[in-house]
């Protein structure tokens, strides 16, 4: 976030962290990696980190620690009940979201377990309204007996899009969805900021106050998934004109008094690995309380190591430094860049967490029921190692009656985890995603062979439809000869 000028005039995403520990990263030749993309059934969550070069899966507990997170981690004082390290993981929440309690849960999904079972009903069922569903989020709603509805507004499905907070709750859908359900039937309002599956795209604290006043004025609870926080603290600060000169501290204040509930993963935010759930709700605390022990561990730990505690603690107050959070989104963006000067479709504006490729179009002849968005992420190991996600039908779960739900939007994210890879590395991912563009036609379908009903990306398998792999492997060694 540095105003660095080059003399060149080149904009460049420098760095404002150097590297003093590091992993070796192996890259296979292309028949190797066409060999583990159909011994992982052409998932990229089967792969096995040692055969993956760069690994673009997920930003979810791989994000680069800083020295003074390992410092923390060393004075962790172990005890199940009443630790010293909870207390200062408490009071670093409590300073940053303004909020008086605190409950640990192992990971972000945890977090929704107890916050769905502790709202969601299923006689009548009950409805989850938000600005766009998380898969984990949609999962522990329906198990629950729930529904859920979302109210993102129409360029948040828009893959080129000039609105800079394409995350925002569409407010005449959410004043609509209230009226038309009843206060009684809703559950809760959530908003997931930034959001995950539509592009890592921004929530404005202008839609979240307006959401908030809507919410307290119909007695409804707001739920805040601040997850991906980190990123959209960047963007507000750097996309809403108010927020130029306001501190970081002060707007995730401001986003604490409007919520009623904030959960987070703190394999994300935090950049460590765990979760917690801070209210000052005093009957939601006590509703909520109660699961913790039954789920996760007593309440001063719930499930987590103090060590990854003690990391969180510093993690998180280091989110409120811009130099920090501006280094995921400065990359993104630069990759972004680059990959629409070559023509590849990309989401837009450049969101959080990673860069979106567009499979609707990247893979435009193939059917989306044979998973473009799975297929494009294969295709893409094969050309270059790198392990993206699949973010479309395949991350869907099937509705009741066994029909496919075709997703709003087919993308591949390419997560850049938080201050792990350099720029070169980005400029490799973008130069092999162009190349398979340009081949792109040698990209066929996919088709399950072993479907999971929960959660069927996690550990699904699927078979090309045809022998379109080998001969993209085949392609790739004429075009680059020897090189890996
Ligand atoms: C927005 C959002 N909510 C919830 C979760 C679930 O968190 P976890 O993976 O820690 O269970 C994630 C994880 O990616 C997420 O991105």
Request: charged share 25%; proline share 4%; hydrophobic share 40%.
């Amino acid at each position: 976030m540095s105003d660095v000028k080059f003399f060149s005039g080149e904009s460049v995403p420098l760095e404002m962290h150097k590297v003093r520990m590091v992993q070796r990263v192996n890259l296979l030749p292309v028949e190797e990696r066409l060999k583990c993309m159909g011994e992982a059934g052409f998932n990229t969550f089967l792969l096995k980190n040692r055969d993956i070069f760069l690994d673009m899966l997920t930003d979810s507990g791989v994000n680069a620690m800083s020295e003074n997170q390992y410092a923390a981690m060393m004075r962790a004082d172990d005890s199940y009940a009443g630790s010293e390290t909870f207390f200062r993981l408490e009071e670093a929440l409590q300073d940053m979201f303004g909020m008086k309690y605190f409950l640990p849960a192992h990971q972000g999904r945890a977090c929704e377990n107890i916050i769905a079972q502790t709202l969601v009903k299923p006689k009548p069922k009950s409805v989850a309204l938000m600005n766009y569903h998380f898969t984990t989020t949609k999962g522990h709603i329906i198990q629950n007996g729930g529904s859920v509805e979302e109210l993102i507004g129409d360029d948040g499905f828009k893959i080129q899009s000039d609105e800079p907070f394409k995350g925002d709750i569409d407010i005449a859908k959410l004043n609509e969805a209230i009226k038309r359900l009843g206060k009684e039937k809703i559950s809760f309002v959530r908003i997931e900021a930034g959001t995950n599956l539509i592009g890592g795209q921004p929530v404005s604290m202008r839609n979240m106050r307006e959401v908030s006043r809507i919410c307290r004025g119909e007695n409804i609870k707001l739920i805040f998934d601040a997850s991906l926080l980190a990123d959209n603290l960047y963007f507000i600060k750097t996309r809403e004109a108010e927020f130029k000169n306001t501190g970081l501290k002060e707007i995730t204040r401001e986003m604490g008094s409007l919520m009623d509930v904030i959960y987070f993963s703190a394999r994300k935010l935090g950049s460590a690995r765990g979760g917690g759930i801070v209210t000052s709700d005093d009957g939601m605390f006590a509703a909520m309380r109660e699961l913790v022990p039954l789920y996760e561990g007593f309440l001063t730990y719930g499930g987590m190591s103090v060590r990854e505690m003690e990391a969180m603690a510093v993690g998180l107050h280091e989110t409120l430094d811009i130099d920090v959070i501006s280094q995921t989104p400065i990359f993104v963006e630069a990759m972004c860049n680059e990959l629409q000067a070559k023509g590849v479709p990309v989401v837009m504006p450049p969101g959080g967490l990673g860069c979106h490729l567009d499979a609707k179009q990247f893979c435009s002849h193939v059917p989306q029921k044979q998973y473009q968005a799975g297929a494009l992420a294969s295709a893409l190991y094969i050309t270059s190692g790198v392990r993206g996600m699949e973010r479309g039908t395949l991350s869907e779960q099937r509705n009741e009656d066994g029909s496919e739900i075709l997703a709003e939007m087919e993308l591949v994210r390419l997560a850049l985890p938080k201050r792990v890879f350099t720029l070169s590395q980005i400029k490799y991912t973008v130069d092999r995603v162009a190349w398979l563009f340009e081949n792109r036609r040698l990209i066929g379908g996919l088709e399950f062979v072993e479907e999971p009903k929960v959660l069927r990306f996690f550990f699904g398998r699927l078979k090309p439809i045809g022998n379109w792999p080998e001969v993209l492997a085949q392609q790739f060694r004429k075009d680059f000869g020897e090189s890996l």
